[in-house]
């Protein structure tokens, strides 16, 4: 892309996102911002009169030095403000581009630009203008700009000569918005930083604050802050230790909102999740268990889409281990079909005259007509051993559930899926999406005490997408309703 589209991009860009705030046309023409160009806090403290307490300055060190920096914070501890210093230095000391976005308007708009950025600006006298949510600078290089979550679109394309992406309130963003900014900030000298509340354990921003993920993390307790740390006030708007004797006796120590609003720790497991992280965790982990003697029995589970955003999702459960799933989207019932057969043939199972259906199930999720039907029909026509899987069916008998009685066959087969779990005795992919959906997953009570799964509808609308690797999962592994492997009647060519 050559630099005079994207100036003309970013002028449109500028042009759309509002009205002028403030304008500072000459003042400040004649100040050197060059010379923080590597030092962020004495631009706060010299040019924007701010003063940055020690974790905000480890956020600013680590933005220098660092490409993708992760930060968990609880509730008042500055990072916002933290955020809107940063932007305005990447700007006006090393005349990059800042791209910064959140899941709402009132988050971009209100908070960070005409609270937080618009009181820096003013205080700096920063020639240029500041918009609604933006900022462009008098000398024509760089500029910030807003967008929410629902524009995630529109950043795609910015390889400015520096690029600063900043994720606020990253806990609510989804994976589309972590990967557009990863799109734009693709230079060495280019910078991602994601900051946000730990409130719920999964999501892009959970995986950036795991062990063993690329981010920088850095976490900030409400117990660091000055305020509390002095129990007087050092910094206005900051949490005082009066508020949080008040939140530990009305809330309690043990609360979710103690954990990720004061502590700045994730919190472990909702009281309705079917799965902690702990246990998916360990059932990545564990490895396959079969390394010699007979080839295991092949379980697919298969959740069949065709149209729409949707995809089609086969899980392949060998013996205890669920292989890596495979993916497809908008192809047709014979088009599926076919994907079906060569990962069966790739699996040892067919083709080439070799034919072991008595090794194989293929479980199919029916429910609601669409295009689960004719994919199971065309392969049972192929003589695979098919069940059709009907999540509203009464569950079957003898199931591990535990004390837990099942509404239907779709309770009954994710109560299995989480005793094999919780047993450790289901080995799973590390599939970062597969474990997001299966962190989602929720069980509940009737009024006649039977255990049913949260919606597809609320799963979907938590996720932002359907949840078609889990279901796959749960087919293959509590979907076959107590059929054998192999028991489909049929002439198989023995």
Same mark, same amino acid.
């Given at each position: 892309?050559?630099? =005079? ?89 090393? $005349?990059?581009?800042?791209? /910064?976005? %959140? ?25 240029? +203008? ?18 929410? %979550? %629902? ?18 309130? =990253? ?29 719920? &354990? ?6 950036? *604050? ?16 000055? $305020?509390?740390? +002095?129990?007087? *006030? ?15 006796? +009305?809330?309690?120590?043990?609360? *979710? ?20 992280? =702990? ?23 298969? @959740? ?40 069966? +043939? ?18 199919? @999720? ?30 079957? &008998? ?7 009685? &099942? ?39 009737? *009024?006649?005490?039977?255990?049913? /799964? ?12 359907? &949840?078609?690797?889990? @279901? ?16 489909? =009647? ?5």
């Amino acid at each position: 892309m050559s630099r =005079a589209f994207t100036d003309t991009r970013l002028d449109r860009l500028f042009t759309k996102a509002g009205d002028v705030l403030e304008r500072h046309e000459r003042t400040g023409l004649g100040r050197d911002f060059g010379k923080y160009r590597d030092d962020p806090v004495g631009f706060a403290r010299d040019v924007l009169n701010a003063q940055l307490w020690s974790k905000q300055m480890a956020i600013a060190d680590a933005v220098l030095y660092e490409p993708q920096v992760s930060v968990r914070g609880g509730v008042g501890v500055g990072k916002d403000f933290t955020c809107a210093v940063l932007a305005l230095w990447w700007a006006y000391c090393r $005349n990059g581009l800042v791209l /910064i976005t %959140s899941a709402t308007a009132r988050q971009v708009r209100e908070i960070l630009f005409q609270k937080e950025i618009r009181r820096l600006f003013h205080a700096g006298r920063l020639p240029g +203008e500041l918009l609604q949510g933006a900022v462009r600078p008098a000398s024509g290089e760089g500029g910030i700009i807003g967008f929410t %979550s %629902s524009d995630v679109d529109r950043l795609t394309g910015f390889h400015d000569a520096a690029v600063l992406g900043i994720l606020s309130e =990253a806990q609510g963003l989804d994976e589309d918005s972590f990967i557009a900014m990863k799109s734009c900030a693709v230079s060495a000298h280019d910078r991602l930083l994601a900051v946000g509340n730990p409130t719920r &354990p999964l999501g892009p921003f959970f995986a950036s *604050q795991r062990p063993g993920s690329p981010w920088t993390k850095i976490s900030i307790s409400v117990f660091e802050h000055p $305020n509390v740390v +002095e129990r007087r *006030q050092v910094i206005a708007g900051g949490p005082e230790y009066a508020w949080l004797e008040r939140i530990r006796a +009305e809330e309690g120590e043990g609360s *979710q909102f103690w954990a990720g609003r004061i502590l700045a720790e994730f919190p472990t497991e909702s009281s309705e999740a079917l799965f902690t992280r =702990a246990l998916l965790d360990a059932a990545v982990a564990r490895g396959p268990s079969f390394t010699s003697g007979p080839s295991p029995d092949v379980i697919l589970g298969l @959740d069949v889409a065709r149209f729409g955003s949707d995809s089609t999702a086969c899980a392949i459960l060998r013996g205890d281990v669920v292989l890596p799933l495979e993916t497809w989207h908008g192809l047709n019932t014979m088009e599926s079909v076919a994907r079906v057969q060569v990962i069966t +043939e790739r699996l040892g199972l067919v083709g080439d005259g070799l034919n072991r259906h008595d090794k194989l199930t293929v479980v199919v @999720d029916v429910t609601g007509g669409g295009a689960g039907p004719g994919v199971a029909d065309r392969l049972r026509e192929l003589g695979y051993n098919v069940v059709d899987f009907h999540s509203s069916n009464p569950p079957p &008998p003898g199931g591990e559930y535990g004390a837990l009685r &099942p509404l239907n066959a779709r309770a009954a087969a994710f109560l299995e899926f989480r005793h094999r779990v919780r047993s450790g005795t289901l080995t799973l992919p590390d599939d970062p999406l597969l474990l997001e959906e299966c962190g989602c997953v929720t069980i509940e009570t009737d *009024q006649k005490d039977r255990a049913q /799964i949260g919606s597809k509808i609320a799963l979907r609308a938590q996720l932002g997408r359907s &949840p078609d690797r889990c @279901d796959a999962v749960m087919l293959a592994v509590g979907g076959t309703g107590g059929v054998t492997c192999g028991a489909a =009647a049929g002439n198989f060519g023995f």
